[in-house]
T-cell receptor
Framework: KNEVEQSPQNLTAQEGEFITINCSYS?????LHWLQQHPGGGIVSLFM???GKKKHGRLIATINIQEKHSSLHITASHPRDSAVYIC???????????????FGKGTHLIIQP | DTEVTQTPKHLVMGMTNKKSLKCEQH?????MYWYKQKAKKPPELMFV???????INESVPSRFSPECPNSSLLNLHLHALQPEDSALYLC????????????FGQGTRLTVV
C-alpha cells in the first residue's frame, strides 16, 4: 500500500467548476506539500501545510492531521489550471536526517473551455 | 532569490558519453536532493546531501555519481547510461535537516540514445 494516496487519478471538468483533489497518508508527518507540474515541466510548490488551511488566489488547501487527510480546492477553474497536482509528505524521521519527500501518484487535471 | 536552477534543460547523450547535470541555489539551504521522474510517475528520490555530505543513496546504480562541491551547488555525473535511464531529473533544496519546505528546480529532461 502506498504511504500517500491521491484521488481522483484523473479529473476532467469544465471551466468555472469548483475542483477538489484529495490526499490521504498513513505515516506521521511534519508537513504536507501540494505541488503542481505542467506537462514536461518542473515542479512548483503551491502549499506547504502542517495544520489548518491556506489560501492563495483561487487555490485553497486544508489538512486534518488527526484524520491524516488533505484537500486541494480550485475555485473558478480555468484551462491554465490543467496540470498534474501532486501531494507529497515529509515524514517524521526519528534519525533527524534530511530524507526527502514521499509523493502521491498525482492527479491529472484537465479543465476544458 | 528563491530559485533552484538546473542546467541543462534538455540533454541527449549516447550510452558511451559522460555528461553532468548541474543544480544551483543561493537560498542558504543546506540539504539538496536529486529525484528521477519517469513519464506519468511520481518523482523517486535518488540522493540527499546534507551539509555537503551524502546523507542518503537510495540504491542508485554507480553510473550515477553525485557531487556536492559547495553548499550552493549539486552535480550529478552520468556515465555509461542505459536508454531506460531516460527521464526528468529534478533537483530540490530545503533549509536543512528536519526542515520540510522544499524548492524544486525545473528539471533536466534526459534522453539516452
Amino acid at each position: 500500500k502506498n504511504e500517500v494516496e491521491q484521488s481522483p487519478q484523473n479529473l476532467t471538468a469544465q471551466e468555472g467548476e469548483f475542483i477538489t483533489i484529495n490526499c490521504s497518508y498513513s505515516v506521521g508527518i511534519s508537513a504536507l506539500h501540494w505541488l503542481q507540474q505542467h506537462p514536461g515541466g518542473g515542479i512548483v510548490s503551491l502549499f506547504m501545510l502542517s495544520s489548518g488551511k491556506k489560501k492563495h488566489g483561487r487555490l485553497i488547501a486544508t489538512i486534518n492531521i488527526q484524520e491524516k487527510h488533505s484537500s486541494l480546492h480550485i475555485t473558478a477553474s480555468h484551462p491554465r489550471d490543467s496540470a498534474v497536482y501532486i501531494c507529497a509528505v515529509h515524514a517524521h524521521n526519528s534519525g533527524g536526517g534530511a530524507d526527502g519527500l514521499t509523493f502521491g501518484k498525482g492527479t491529472h487535471l484537465i479543465i476544458q473551455p | 532569490d528563491t530559485e533552484v536552477t538546473q542546467t541543462p534543460k534538455h540533454l541527449v547523450m549516447g550510452m558511451t558519453n559522460k555528461k553532468s547535470l548541474k543544480c544551483e541555489q543561493h537560498m542558504g539551504h543546506r540539504a539538496m536532493y536529486w529525484y528521477k521522474q519517469k513519464a506519468k510517475k511520481p518523482p523517486e528520490l535518488m540522493f540527499v546531501y546534507s551539509y555537503e555530505k551524502l546523507s542518503i543513496n537510495e540504491s542508485v546504480p554507480s553510473r550515477f555519481s553525485p557531487e556536492c562541491p559547495n553548499s550552493s551547488l549539486l552535480n550529478l555525473h552520468l556515465h555509461a547510461l542505459q536508454p531506460e535511464d531516460s527521464a526528468l531529473y529534478l533537483c530540490a533544496s530545503s533549509l536543512g535537516q528536519g526542515f520540510p519546505e522544499a524548492f524544486f528546480g525545473q528539471g533536466t529532461r534526459l534522453t539516452v540514445v
